[in-house]
């Protein structure tokens, strides 16, 4: 895996990534027998926004990204080049707490076709767009996903993207905090694109730090404009399945200035309700 870290950095500072500038809920089936379970180098679950405060681009963009990061080369590497060499991934919609959707159920990807089929099934999944914001609800769901899939990975991985901070549901920290006591990481892909509108909050990355992410080496990158959606998602998947992070990269490549780690960033303050107190606000000045 080091060996696989290390080439993957050369590849980026060769120049083969392109650099990032700054409802119905499916039930998982009962978890099977440890014995009997496949072995994979990463569960890994996406969780997708679809929230109404992201626009139809965007939301097309959010997909467009993660098809093209599975069909690149450099991620069908990074599969092929882990301890085992597979690895299990699941995607799901989410907006409210009730409203938590697979659209790409479990799937080993361990040949570079099984890779491209995944791809073809994100990118032919139907756009839709949902009320509310529950980020709590989303890892609550994918908690679930990752208990009763029929893989055993060496990491569990829950991958959040989301434009907006939880408003809906439990609030955020126990469903983290819950999650990260199974073991499991959480990434994020905050959409830091301000629209004016009454949901958005200054600094959505750093409440995604304080608020969202957490566990082992988990790290974000986020997105500030339209044209980042693709890079971006393509690297944070790459980093997620070679379980590399910034420190393992060259000085000088363009991802450390981007890619956030876990720790809060000392002497801020964040306020992990703030999604629950601006609902509050609007239904309380009449909506």
Do not use: H
């Amino acid at each position: 895996m080091r060996r696989m870290r290390l080439l993957i950095a050369a590849w980026m500072m060769m120049g083969l990534l392109a650099p990032v500038s700054a409802p119905a809920q499916t039930a998982p089936a009962p978890p099977p027998p440890a014995a009997s379970r496949i072995e994979v180098d990463i569960e890994l679950v996406l969780a997708l926004d679809i929230s109404y405060s992201m626009d139809i681009e965007e939301l097309a963009l959010q997909r467009e990204g993660y098809a093209q990061a599975f069909r690149s080369a450099e991620v069908k590497k990074a599969i092929a080049g882990g301890e085992i060499g597979r690895i299990a991934v699941l995607m799901f919609d989410w907006a409210s707490s009730m409203d938590q959707r697979v659209s790409v159920p479990w799937t080993l990807l361990d040949t570079p076709e099984s890779i491209d089929a995944f791809a073809d099934r994100i990118a032919a999944i139907p756009i839709r767009r949902a009320s509310r914001t529950s980020i709590s609800g989303a890892i609550d769901f994918a908690v679930a996903q990752l208990a009763g899939n029929p893989y055993e990975g060496t990491r569990r991985v829950i991958d959040v993207s989301g434009d907006g901070p939880n408003n809906n549901g439990r609030p955020v920290l126990p469903a983290r905090d819950d999650a990260l006591a199974k073991g499991t990481t959480i990434n994020g892909l905050p959409i830091v694109m301000k629209r004016g509108g009454w949901g958005d909050i200054d600094e959505l990355d750093e409440y995604y730090k304080a608020c969202v992410i957490g566990g082992p080496r988990a790290f974000m990158v986020p997105i500030r404009a339209r044209e980042e959606f693709i890079p971006a998602i393509r690297t944070k998947i790459l980093l997620e399945i070679a379980d590399l992070q910034p420190m393992d990269l060259p000085l000088l490549n363009p991802f450390n200035g981007l890619i956030r780690r876990a720790q809060a960033t000392p002497g801020k303050r964040v306020d992990c309700l703030v999604g629950e107190r601006q609902w509050r606000d609007r239904w309380e000045r009449g909506g």
